[in-house]
């Protein structure tokens, strides 16, 4: 007798804390049955009005948000194709800088990496060398590097690299906006870009990225920058509240819905809330290890830690996989660690929508798991 594959069990509503995708309300997912418009319609501009001003707010910037029906990966190769004219200094401490750094070469750019180690920031002053050292006109750095936790000190190398002649930075905050400081317009950043499935708390599918005048400029003037992801194209479009292309209206739907809600929670305090749950998560791990005898430890060093993701060394008698399955089946999803760290780290995203007592209860779970 043959019987019907079991359903596989979906985590419930805060109990999903990979660093992306994260939980996202129900309101907002059922904001997504919103009709279906042409994108020329009135009712899309109106719509995009809308996500313009809520985005400004969490970009903290005056200029255009762009608005693309893709991964951030796209803006990622956006930003490399209208903002590297001859060399780009790719800073690199993990996996997504090292992506940054692979997709400029795979566009056709010479690149060079100034490389530390993964856990480890950029420091500002090695970065002003490396540019005196070189002939550069753009720079890639990654604001919060999902895979080891690590956040880069995105103003103090902002300063530096526009200390140097005509270079542009251009910054992933993927798992960092939304979700830790970022400050677009008085920071000076040329090219900052993000996604929908982090701190924001939007399912994946859409990415945003603003533009200075300065890049903008330059991309007018670069041969072999695309269509799909053209910068200009972009922001040419959104003088009209238009997009280039189809967009992913259902995304924008569900993007509005949650829009609201951060307004109403306001930067500062989103801010605060993430920064108080990871303070709370790096804690936990120092009283594993001292109070527990558990060879536990951050990966990233304090004073460089994101306040949305956590990367943990495991015990080197623990399996990460053995973890990871028992927690799923205790009713929770955490993450192995990334590429070279995906056998001795796990990865909890403190982002988006949880709270400080979701974590809690997280923890006091997994505490048992590791302890035994």
């Known amino acids: 007798m043959s019987h019907a594959p079991e359903e596989p069990r979906t985590p419930e509503f805060r109990r999903f804390f990979l660093p992306g ?32 001003e809520g985005l400004r707010t969490v970009f903290r910037t005056e200029r255009p948000v762009v608005v693309s029906t893709s991964s ?23 996996a997504f800088s090292e992506r940054f750094a692979k997709i400029a070469e795979a566009c056709g750019k010479p690149v060079d990496r100034l490389e530390v180690p993964w856990g480890d920031t950029h420091d500002p002053e090695q970065v002003a060398d490396a540019l005196r050292a070189g002939d550069y006109d753009a720079v890639t750095v990654v604001h919060s590097e ?57 399912p994946p599918g859409l990415a945003f990225g603003v533009s200075s005048p300065a890049l ?50 306001g930067m500062d305090a989103r ?25 536990v430890s951050v990966l990233a060093h304090e004073g460089g830690r994101s306040p949305t993701v ?29 590429g070279r760290l995906k056998k001795e780290t796990v990865r909890i995203g403190h982002m988006g929508e949880h709270t400080m007592d979701e974590l809690d209860e997280l923890l006091e779970v997994l505490e048992e798991v590791l302890v035994g």
């Not at 796209?74 to 001859?86: D, N, P, S, T, W």
């Not at 040419?236 to 609201?260: C, E, F, I, V, W």
């Not at 749950?277 to 060879?295: F, P, T």
């Not at 008698?317 to 999803?333: H, K, P, S």
Request: proline letters at 4%; glycine letters at 10%; a neutral charge.
């Open 146 to 202: 999902t895979s080891t936790g690590a956040l880069n000190p995105i103003e103090e190398i902002s300063r530096v690299v526009h200390e140097a002649d005509d270079v542009l930075l251009l910054v992933d905050s993927v798992s960092g906006l939304a979700g830790a400081p970022l400050h677009t317009d008085d920071w000076n950043l040329d090219f900052v870009l993000t996604g929908t499935q982090k701190a924001l708390a939007v």
């Open 72 to 94: 951030a990966t796209g803006l990622m190769e956006a930003g490399i194709r209208c903002g590297v004219g001859k060399r780009l200094l790719a800073l690199v401490n993990g």
């Open 271 to 295: 801010w605060e809330r993430h920064r108080k749950m990871a303070e709370r998560m790096w804690s936990w791990v120092d009283g594993l290890r001292e109070n527990r005898g558990l060879a």
């Open 21 to 52: 995708p994260t939980s996202v309300r129900p309101e907002v997912l059922e904001a997504m049955k919103g009709p279906m418009m042409g994108h020329r319609d009135q009712g899309v501009v109106e719509l995009m009005g809308e996500l313009q």
């Open 216 to 265: 903008l400029e330059r991309a007018k003037n670069i041969p072999g920058r695309g269509m799909y992801f053209d910068l200009v194209e972009f922001n040419d479009r959104l003088k009209k509240l238009h997009t280039p292309n189809t967009p992913g209206l259902s995304l924008m739907y569900a993007l509005q819905a949650q829009l609201r809600v951060i307004v109403a929670e």
């Open 310 to 338: 956590t990367c943990v060394r495991v015990p080197k008698d623990q399996e990460v996989a053995a973890i990871l399955g028992t927690m799923r089946e205790r009713g929770y999803v955490i993450a192995s660690g990334y």
